[in-house]
């Protein structure tokens, strides 16, 4: 008897090759197990996604070609993860394959049954040997006493029949709830595993070590796993297939993590919901958050089939405290359950809003002389200061003002950023690096001059401006800098993290970076000095992310009330700005998001924007620029007649506001829809089409193709 499976396996979004392949096997196999098989003259992994016992109509014995092999010692995927990464593709506009296999840890490509059941075998012993007896008396105590609102907080998640949006203040204990919500499903359920996101764990080692110290000494010491692109291959092999088997109860992850294989799925936690990183910028371009909701769903549903108990859910959380406005506008209509917590523990006020207009500060001037001497009086009580600016390097152009001379790069359309400890111009975009020459390449002047400010630039000038101000224990004012430049290096960022613990150092300037979760004691200033620049980009989300991003790097300061107190201070948020009287500081000031988002949403509805309107991006890449449009134009011609045409608004094509990086141009094309249903309907139709209009003549140069649905920014 032979049966003939289907496989997905690893296939370029758009290589003609169709969602699977099918192969010939003596054995049944279950959907969902892990097969090597030969694809050209290679062989690659594949999950078998379904085994008939027939050959699809049209297929001979001689067309097939055998499973090369069986990954039998992984149980196989389930059906959940499979409608999972199915819709995935099918909403993102990709393969089945590519999404499939790119859930799916790299280096499981590579290893055939036999390596595998070696690891599988290895990673056993490793636990037996690792995992400690867990203590039971500890099952009742773990966890400080909860606030009021954290426990109404949490009653109200573990009975929630929807997903949940924890609004809460920063500061007001969110990861408490996170933790205990964590352990109550833990505790109820012998195989329940649970999902916790974050937007980039690098940055928040303070978390993974909090859930370490809780964890560990109840489940274990392979209790909690890791999943996220820093790891080595090694590493994400085994958290994956750790995941995978049920050994690890808790995935703490980055976006990817929503893709791995969790088959006791109760509870997922969507960290800082709002961060811009959960939606992936390449490949399949999905969004975490939004996955892990449908994803919450899919394992709740599949919990209800099974029977059992009828109470069974995998319940979804997303925490912030200045949610995504598709979120917000969730909850308000009532898709989503808004549970509010606006105290911060500890009772710390929220830092007070200072607006410096600089219209009314020195010609020239970074840094305003008011904000300067807040600063030098803090850093004189022994109190810390954090500065932000989203700008790194030390000026983002350089010029020459004889001949007009800029620093141009010549594979992008930007300029290239002088950073001058290493005197060298860097482009962000492609990474093309020079030395700064020592003279006007154009004219010879000597007198080249940087334009504009960068964090090295800021941390150059506060240097200078502090150097007389004392700290208490009678040494100099020390700044100190963190952006992707400085901690480029592996261990650099825990290093400069661990300085502005100890209070080593009293200023610490930095790109956004420094606004995102950490918990530092002794911060009393925060100040954003250039805001202006998030206020009037042309992107519409740019309000919003400059609210949360002030609002977040505010949520630093006065975290330790009784620190604050004791200091007689208080915690302020400064901001330099052109336009003080802008809405956005109005609603900042009362710390009052509602109003912010309220403002916001009716904007947006009187546009048609999301989350009123859908949209997607049909974005080219080609050799000219003239190529990439002519190919989205073609593109949006050849959709007359589709289905759904007629609900859907067809932009035409413009380049992208940086066009060329890297030698290659890029435009996109805007697709609108009022209904989600119609987008969706639209583009799946649209898709073979996209394929047929690489090869018109117009699109002559054309280099790839994509589709962004939802996308963030326009
Ligand atoms: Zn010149
Ligand atoms: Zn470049």
Same mark, same amino acid.
Not at 6 to 22: F, K, M, R, Y
Not at 313 to 318: A, E, F, G, I, T
Not at 508 to 530: E, Y
Not at 617 to 643: C, E, F, I, S, V
């Given at each position: %008897?032979?049966?003939?499976?289907?496989?997905?396996?690893?296939t370029?979004a758009?290589?003609?090759?169709?969602?699977?392949?099918t192969y010939?096997?003596?054995?049944?196999?279950?959907?969902?197990?892990?097969?090597?098989? =030969?694809l050209?003259?290679?062989?690659v992994?594949?999950?078998?996604?379904e085994? =008939?016992?027939?050959?699809?109509?049209?297929?001979?014995?001689?067309?097939t070609?055998?499973?090369?092999?069986?990954?039998?010692?992984?149980p196989?995927?389930?059906?959940?993860?499979?409608?999972?990464? *199915?819709?995935?593709?099918?909403?993102?506009?990709?393969?089945?394959?590519?999404?499939?296999?790119?859930?799916?840890?790299?280096?499981?490509?590579?290893?055939?049954?036999?390596?595998?059941?070696?690891?599988?075998?290895?990673?056993?012993?490793?636990?037996?040997?690792r995992a400690?007896? =867990?203590?039971?008396?500890?099952?009742?105590?773990?966890?400080?006493?909860?606030?009021?609102?954290?426990?109404?907080?949490?009653?109200?998640?573990?009975a929630?029949?929807?997903?949940v949006?924890?609004?809460g203040?920063?500061?007001? !204990?969110?990861?408490?709830?996170y933790?205990?919500?964590?352990q109550?499903?833990?505790q109820?359920?012998?195989?329940?595993?649970?999902l916790?996101?974050?937007?980039?764990?690098?940055?928040?080692?303070?978390l993974?070590a *909090?859930?370490?110290?809780?964890?560990?000494?109840l489940?274990?010491?392979?209790a909690l796993?890791?999943l996220?692109s820093? %790891?080595?291959?090694?590493?994400r092999?085994n958290?994956?297939?750790?995941?995978?088997?049920?050994?690890?109860?808790?995935?703490l992850?980055?976006?990817?993590?929503?893709?791995?294989?969790?088959p006791?799925?109760?509870?997922i936690?969507v960290?800082e919901?709002h961060d811009?990183?959960?939606?992936?910028q390449?490949?399949?371009r999905?969004s975490?958050?939004d996955?892990?909701?449908y #994803?919450?769903?899919?394992?709740?549903?599949?919990?209800?089939a099974?029977?059992?108990?009828p109470?069974? *859910?995998?319940r979804?959380?997303l925490?912030?405290?200045?949610?995504?406005?598709?979120?917000?506008?969730?909850?308000?209509?009532?898709?989503?359950?808004?549970?509010?917590?606006?105290?911060?523990?500890?009772? !710390?006020?929220?830092?007070?809003? #200072?607006?410096?207009?600089?219209n009314?500060?020195?010609?020239?001037?970074?840094?305003a002389?008011?904000?300067v001497?807040?600063?030098?009086?803090?850093?004189?009580?022994?109190?810390?200061?954090?500065?932000?600016?989203?700008?790194?390097?030390?000026?983002?152009?350089l010029?020459?003002?004889?001949?007009?001379?800029?620093?141009?790069?010549?594979?992008c359309?930007a300029?290239?950023?002088?950073?001058?400890?290493?005197?060298?111009?860097?482009?962000?975009?492609?990474?093309?690096?020079?030395?700064?020459? #020592?003279?006007?390449?154009?004219?010879?002047?000597?007198?080249?001059?940087?334009?504009?400010k960068?964090?090295?630039q800021?941390?150059?000038?506060? /240097?200078?401006?502090?150097?007389?101000?004392? *700290?208490?224990?009678?040494?100099? /004012?020390?700044?100190a800098?963190?952006?992707a430049?400085?901690t480029?290096?592996?261990?650099s960022?825990e290093?400069?993290?661990?300085?502005m613990?100890?209070?080593?150092?009293?200023?610490?300037?930095?790109?956004?970076?420094i606004?995102?979760?950490?918990?530092?004691?002794?911060?009393?200033?925060?100040a954003?000095?250039n805001?202006?620049?998030?206020?009037?980009?042309?992107?519409?989300?740019?309000?919003?992310?400059?609210?949360?991003?002030?609002?977040?790097?505010?949520?630093?300061?006065?975290?330790?009330?009784?620190?604050?107190?004791?200091?007689?201070?208080?915690?302020?948020?400064?901001?330099?700005t052109?336009?003080?009287?802008? =809405?956005?500081?109005?609603?900042l000031?009362?710390?009052?998001?509602?109003?912010?988002?309220?403002?916001?949403?009716?904007?947006r509805?009187?546009?048609?924007?999301?989350?009123?309107?859908?949209q997607?991006l049909?974005?080219?890449?080609?050799?000219?620029?003239?190529?990439?449009?002519?190919?989205?134009?073609a593109?949006?011609q050849?959709?007359?007649?589709?289905?759904?045409?007629?609900e859907?608004t067809?932009?035409?094509?413009?380049?992208?506001?940086?066009?060329?990086?890297?030698?290659?141009?890029?435009?996109q094309?805007?697709?609108?829809?009022?209904s989600?249903?119609a @987008?969706q309907?639209?583009?799946?139709?649209?898709?073979p089409?996209? @394929?047929?209009?690489?090869?018109?003549?117009?699109?002559?140069?054309?280099v790839?193709?994509?589709?962004?649905?939802?996308?963030l920014?326009i």
């Amino acid at each position: %008897m032979a049966f003939w499976p289907s496989v997905v396996v690893a296939t370029p979004a758009h290589s003609g090759v169709g969602a699977s392949l099918t192969y010939r096997s003596e054995l049944s196999l279950t959907p969902g197990t892990l097969v090597r098989v =030969p694809l050209g003259a290679r062989e690659v992994l594949g999950v078998v996604w379904e085994c =008939p016992d027939e050959p699809p109509e049209g297929l001979t014995e001689a067309q097939t070609k055998a499973v090369a092999g069986v990954l039998e010692g992984l149980p196989p995927l389930n059906a959940r993860w499979r409608q999972l990464v *199915r819709f995935a593709a099918q909403y993102y506009q990709r393969s089945l394959g590519e999404v499939a296999l790119a859930a799916l840890p790299p280096q499981l490509r590579d290893l055939n049954a036999v390596q595998l059941a070696r690891r599988l075998k290895k990673k056993e012993k490793q636990q037996a040997t690792r995992a400690v007896e =867990p203590a039971p008396e500890d099952t009742t105590a773990a966890g400080p006493e909860l606030s009021d609102e954290q426990r109404e907080a949490l009653q109200a998640l573990e009975a929630a029949q929807a997903p949940v949006l924890l609004y809460g203040a920063t500061g007001s !204990g969110k990861t408490e709830v996170y933790l205990q919500a964590t352990q109550h499903v833990l505790q109820a359920h012998a195989d329940a595993q649970v999902l916790v996101m974050v937007p980039e764990i690098n940055l928040t080692p303070q978390l993974e070590a *909090r859930f370490r110290e809780r964890f560990e000494p109840l489940f274990g010491a392979g209790a909690l796993v890791c999943l996220h692109s820093g %790891m080595t291959p090694a590493q994400r092999l085994n958290g994956w297939l750790a995941a995978h088997t049920g050994q690890a109860r808790i995935v703490l992850g980055t976006r990817m993590a929503v893709l791995a294989s969790l088959p006791g799925l109760r509870l997922i936690v969507v960290d800082e919901e709002h961060d811009p990183s959960y939606k992936s910028q390449e490949g399949a371009r999905y969004s975490a958050r939004d996955l892990a909701v449908y #994803r919450a769903k899919v394992e709740t549903e599949a919990l209800a089939a099974e029977g059992g108990d009828p109470a069974a *859910r995998c319940r979804v959380v997303l925490g912030s405290a200045t949610p995504s406005l598709e979120t917000w506008h969730a909850a308000e209509q009532g898709r989503y359950l808004r549970l509010a917590m606006p105290a911060r523990i500890g009772g !710390g006020a929220l830092p007070r809003l #200072r607006l410096v207009d600089m219209n009314n500060q020195p010609k020239g001037a970074v840094l305003a002389p008011p904000l300067v001497a807040a600063m030098a009086e803090r850093i004189a009580r022994g109190e810390q200061c954090m500065v932000l600016l989203n700008r790194r390097g030390y000026a983002p152009v350089l010029a020459c003002h004889d001949c007009g001379w800029k620093s141009a790069c010549p594979h992008c359309s930007a300029f290239r950023v002088f950073h001058k400890l290493d005197r060298t111009l860097r482009c962000h975009h492609c990474g093309f690096t020079e030395r700064v020459p #020592r003279a006007c390449p154009e004219c010879g002047n000597l007198d080249i001059a940087p334009i504009g400010k960068g964090t090295e630039q800021v941390e150059e000038q506060l /240097a200078g401006l502090l150097a007389d101000v004392k *700290r208490p224990d009678g040494g100099p /004012a020390r700044v100190a800098r963190m952006d992707a430049d400085s901690t480029r290096l592996k261990g650099s960022l825990e290093q400069q993290l661990a300085t502005m613990h100890s209070g080593e150092v009293d200023v610490l300037v930095g790109t956004q970076m420094i606004a995102k979760g950490h918990d530092f004691r002794r911060i009393t200033l925060v100040a954003g000095i250039n805001a202006d620049s998030g206020l009037f980009a042309s992107d519409y989300r740019a309000p919003e992310r400059l609210f949360a991003l002030l609002l977040q790097a505010g949520g630093r300061a006065g975290r330790d009330a009784a620190f604050v107190s004791s200091q007689g201070s208080q915690s302020e948020l400064w901001v330099q700005t052109w336009t003080p009287q802008h =809405p956005l500081f109005a609603a900042l000031r009362q710390h009052d998001f509602p109003a912010f988002a309220a403002q916001q949403l009716a904007e947006r509805e009187s546009a048609g924007m999301p989350p009123f309107g859908h949209q997607a991006l049909l974005r080219a890449d080609a050799k000219t620029q003239q190529a990439a449009q002519a190919y989205l134009n073609a593109a949006a011609q050849a959709a007359d007649g589709l289905p759904h045409r007629d609900e859907i608004t067809l932009y035409p094509a413009v380049p992208l506001t940086i066009q060329r990086v890297a030698n290659v141009e890029r435009a996109q094309l805007l697709v609108e829809a009022v209904s989600r249903g119609a @987008l969706q309907r639209f583009l799946n139709a649209w898709q073979p089409v996209l @394929l047929e209009c690489r090869s018109l003549p117009q699109a002559r140069g054309l280099v790839r193709f994509a589709v962004d649905v939802d996308p963030l920014s326009i």
